[in-house]
């Protein structure tokens, strides 16, 4: 089992809707977990963090975290042509990061 | 802002080769990574380094070696450049020792070994 997984895509979704990208991971232990936008030829950037059980917004994004479950997601409010890129879901472990090998998001004009 | 460059966006290299990539941040960080990516296989850790002088092997580290002789600057270095070492390169850097704090990552460095 992969330590973290993450659906290849493509996400279909029509500008407008909400996108909605999953990620499951192994390591009970972890404690912090990241989402990064990744366009075509470019570096990940940083969309948001979260650390505790729960929700947090951050403008259109929204992610969740449920620790019982072992998931983390991430909501995309009123999804963006601009919104199309790879997501990629990273979590942090005592030294080092790992990381999914990310969704890709197609937002349809 | 944080901001970590790279030393080059583009780089082609001859096999056996020594190869040279560097990384600067400019937040004062203590953590710094080198991962490549390739596609269908995501980020893969290199090497890492918590302080400077300190270095730590990560999943892939055959080929590669570092250097991190000040706190801003983590170097890759390829000793004899392969073709299958043809990837994206991409450094980062963290605030704190650990992996709690979220990465920051340069522009990248595609390398080309023919």
């Known amino acids: 089992q992969k330590e973290v997984e993450q659906n290849s895509g493509p996400l279909s979704v029509p500008e407008g809707a909400i996108a909605s990208l999953n990620c499951t991971y192994s390591d009970r232990g972890s404690q912090s977990f990241f989402w990064y936008r990744q366009y075509s030829g470019k570096s990940p950037e940083l969309i948001m963090f979260i650390y505790s059980n729960g929700d947090k917004e951050d403008g259109r994004f929204t992610a969740q975290l449920n620790k019982a479950s072992q998931y983390v997601s991430l909501l995309i409010r009123d999804s963006q042509p601009s919104d199309s890129a790879t997501y990629l879901c990273a979590l942090g472990g005592t030294y080092k990061y790992i990381f999914g090998t990310g969704t890709r998001l197609k937002v349809l004009a | 802002d944080v901001k970590v460059t790279q030393s080059s966006r583009y780089l082609v290299k001859r096999t056996g080769e020594k190869v040279f990539l560097e990384c600067v941040q400019d937040?004062?960080?203590?953590?710094m990574f080198w991962y490549r990516q390739d596609p269908g296989l995501g980020l893969r850790l290199i090497y890492f380094?918590?302080?400077?002088?300190?270095?730590e092997k990560g999943d892939i580290p055959e080929g590669y070696s570092v250097s991190r002789e000040k706190k801003e600057r983590f170097s890759l270095i390829l000793e004899s450049a392969s073709t299958n070492q043809t990837s994206m390169y991409l450094c980062?850097?963290?605030?704190?020792?650990?992996?709690?704090?979220?990465?920051?990552f340069g522009p990248g460095t595609r390398l080309t070994v023919t």
């Open positions: 937040m004062d960080h203590e953590n």
């Open positions: 980062a850097s963290s605030p704190e020792r650990g992996a709690r704090d979220e990465q920051y």
């Open positions: 380094s918590y302080d400077v002088k300190m270095k």
